[in-house]
């Protein structure tokens, strides 16, 4: 499966659960890790959770299968890892305290895609 295509079940799946403040970076041009970030934020520690299992159980519905998720057990920021793609999925005080929208602020304003909350 090519990465837009796991990039619409991502964001479908954060959307389907009502994610907030979903943003897409296209990191293809500055990194070998990943194509694209999405980083997503919920509204506790169960919203973090359910959010990331639910992307996790969507993109395996499809046919593929996370690499790896981490940080499930205190969930304030759940990573899940698909490669190509590279979801991180944070409470929103751990967002801001880490704030990597601003570590990758380099990059052209035409290389990243922002969605509106939902």
Same mark, same amino acid.
């Given at each position: 499966?090519?990465?837009?295509?796991?990039?619409?079940?991502?964001?479908?799946?954060?959307d389907?659960?009502?994610? =907030?403040?979903?943003?897409?970076?296209n990191?293809?041009?500055?990194?070998?890790l990943?194509?694209?970030?999405?980083?997503?934020? +919920?509204?506790?520690?169960?919203?973090v959770?359910?959010?990331? =299992? *639910?992307?996790?159980?969507?993109?395996k519905?499809?046919?593929?299968q996370?690499?790896g998720?981490?940080?499930?057990e +205190?969930?304030?920021?759940?990573?899940?890892d698909?490669?190509?793609?590279?979801?991180?999925i944070?409470?929103?005080a751990?967002?801001s305290f880490y704030?990597? =929208? +601003?570590l990758?602020? *380099?990059? =052209?304003?035409?290389?990243?895609?922002?969605?509106d909350?939902?």
């Amino acid at each position: 499966m090519n990465s837009d295509t796991l990039l619409e079940i991502v964001e479908n799946a954060l959307d389907e659960l009502k994610a =907030e403040n979903v943003v897409v970076l296209n990191v293809q041009s500055m990194t070998d890790l990943a194509d694209y970030m999405v980083i997503a934020s +919920g509204r506790s520690n169960r919203h973090v959770s359910s959010l990331a =299992e *639910h992307v996790e159980l969507e993109a395996k519905k499809a046919g593929v299968q996370a690499l790896g998720v981490e940080g499930k057990e +205190g969930a304030e920021w759940v990573l899940v890892d698909f490669a190509d793609i590279i979801v991180h999925i944070m409470q929103a005080a751990t967002r801001s305290f880490y704030d990597l =929208e +601003g570590l990758w602020s *380099h990059m =052209e304003p035409s290389q990243s895609l922002s969605r509106d909350e939902s």
